[in-house]
């Protein structure tokens, strides 16, 4: 069974990009971007929208898709996760729904957090960094 998912790479003026520390599983404790599952109906640029609200308190715009991924998920499901740019236009960064962490993160320090499975890897292999 295959699981949309959606993830939003937001840089802010200092390249800096936002991550959330997940407070459930899948990768409870890591560090990822914020994003969630597509829900019946929705569009990936609603989903988008609405979880990155929920997770950070951030309005934003979703820009173009730069990639897609595919994880493994419980009972054999697999996430189908597609990442698109995002910029920020209203809202106050504040943790929450299944974040128990937000914060603006330099790439240098991207090497030393614990950061969910291949997040880094396909963040350098589009470019995004």
Do not use: F, K, Q
């Not at 959330?20 to 599952?37: A, D, F, N």
């Not at 809202?91 to 929450?96: E, H, M, Q, R």
């Amino acid at each position: 069974m295959h699981v949309n998912c959606v993830g939003a790479i937001i840089l802010d003026g200092a390249g800096r990009l936002l991550l959330i520390r997940r407070g459930h599983p899948p990768g409870e404790g890591l560090w990822s971007v914020p994003g969630g599952r597509v829900e019946a109906g929705e569009s990936d640029a609603a989903a988008l929208r609405r979880e990155v609200m929920e997770e950070t308190g951030l309005v934003v715009t979703v820009g173009p898709l730069v990639g897609a991924v595919e994880r493994p998920g419980p009972a054999g499901a697999v996430y189908v996760i597609r990442d698109y740019l995002a910029t920020v236009d209203a809202g106050t960064l504040t943790p929450g729904d299944d974040a128990a962490a937000a914060r603006w993160c330099a790439p240098a320090d991207l090497a030393v957090l614990p950061l969910t499975d291949g997040l880094l890897d396909a963040l350098t292999s589009w470019n995004v960094l």
